[in-house]
């Protein structure tokens, strides 16, 4: 069984910063990709940012230049950095990763967290 555990949501003002993180736990042999995705009320689930095993990332055109996705492979761990947040932020964050587990490819996602961008 694979757990991803994200946490760092909450309320912030326009202009403001959170870091979110998200820990993989469980039977993993390795790590592809993890990402973010975040979905606000009314609309589709949308990607934000990926990084791959390499360190490569790629970013929705919305949060270049303000967001930055990082991992740390020891841990299993990816973070996402949100800086010059704006209210169109406001959404539920989810954690995905694309791993093996022995011989078989997975692809997990965490609970979600809230983020709110809010005067």
């Known amino acids: 069984q694979v757990q991803l555990v994200e946490s760092g949501g909450g309320l912030v003002q326009p202009g403001g910063s959170l870091r979110l993180s998200c820990a993989a736990s469980?039977?993993?042999?390795?790590?592809?990709?993890m990402g973010w995705y975040r979905q606000a009320p009314g609309k589709e689930r949308e990607l934000v940012a990926v990084?791959?095993?390499?360190?490569?990332?790629n970013y929705a055109d919305s949060v270049k230049g303000r967001f930055t996705i990082s991992r740390d492979n020891a841990k299993n761990t990816v973070y996402l950095q949100m800086n010059s947040l704006k209210p169109e932020d406001t959404a539920v964050y989810y954690c995905?990763?694309?791993?093996?587990?022995?011989?078989?490819?997975?692809?997990?996602w965490g609970q979600g967290t809230q983020v709110t961008v809010s005067s």
């Open positions: 995905n990763a694309d791993l093996w587990r022995s011989y078989v490819r997975e692809d997990y």
């Open positions: 469980g039977s993993i042999f390795s790590i592809n990709a």
């Open positions: 990084i791959n095993s390499g360190g490569r990332t």
